[in-house]
């Protein structure tokens, strides 16, 4: 809370007889968790789309996407960008190519404020 932005964040949303002290703490305790990524129109192409879907009990300071071929290798890693008319979901532009992308691995990692990371993955069918 030294940081006076971040306080300010948590001010913000005080009720009753609460301080930002203790809604850093909740938030420091509690990790954001990946709800969902919505990979149908992934087809291994620059310029596919992918949707997470993250939550946290304050807020969700960043989101990113890596993409596993069907070996294992890393093929892209890269940061979703949040949607502002829906806090929750976060969109990932595909960068690289990906040929038989069925079998691939794609993983979303949540960070909130705080550091604390919530991770999902899902195989591409």
Sequence with gaps: LKDRELKAMYQ???KGGQ???????????NAPVVKS?????YQGHVGDQIIVRATDDFKVA???VSIYNKAGNL???????????????WLY????????????????AA???????????LFVS
């Design 93 to 108: 532009i595909v960068q690289q190519e990906n040929p038989g992308h069925v079998g691939s691995k794609i993983v979303a």
């Design 37 to 41: 990524i919505q990979a149908e129109n």
């Design 12 to 14: 913000a949303v005080v």
């Design 75 to 89: 093929i892209e890693e890269g940061n979703a960008v949040i949607q502002e008319d829906d806090q929750i979901e």
């Design 62 to 64: 960043d989101v990113v």
């Design 111 to 121: 960070t909130d404020l705080p550091g604390n990371n919530g991770l999902l993955s």
């Design 19 to 29: 301080r930002a002290f203790n809604i850093a703490m909740r938030d420091a305790l």
